[in-house]
């Protein structure tokens, strides 16, 4: 059984950064594809940021492109997600997850394993 565990949201307030951290115990995230997923209320869950293990290719949505950043520590046993510049649309509940399959993607049916997600509150 594969476990996501995240941590690092909070509130902070607009033009601020939060950084992300994701560890899978017991586990790296080796050639896996790992991503960030977010969700806020009423509104469906939508891609942030996903690497893939292999290669290091990564995407952004373009919401958060040049604002976020999307890295694995060293080992890959930690996914991190640096954000900074921060708005209030950027509040939401904030997933990460992974897929065995190497190709990355950025369709959330595509990803096996989730976390209980960590929530991000921005003030204006």
């Known amino acids: 059984q594969v476990r996501l565990v995240e941590s690092g949201g909070g509130l902070v307030q607009a033009g601020g950064s939060l950084r992300l951290s994701c560890v899978t115990p017991?586990?790296?995230?080796?050639?896996?594809?790992a991503g960030w997923f977010r969700q806020a209320p009423g509104q469906e869950r939508e891609f942030v940021a996903a690497i893939a293990g292999i290669n290091d290719e990564i995407k952004y949505a373009d919401s958060v492109k040049g604002r976020f950043t999307i890295s694995m520590g060293d080992g890959k046993g930690t996914l991190f997600l640096q954000m900074d510049r921060l708005n209030v649309e950027d509040s939401a509940m904030y997933y990460c997850?992974?897929?065995?399959?190497?190709?990355?993607?950025?369709?959330?049916?595509?990803?096996?394993?989730w976390g209980q997600g960590t929530q991000v509150t921005v003030s204006s």
């Open positions: 017991g586990r790296n995230f080796g050639t896996s594809v």
């Open positions: 997850a992974a897929r065995g399959n190497w190709r990355l993607q950025t369709d959330a049916s595509q990803y096996e394993y």
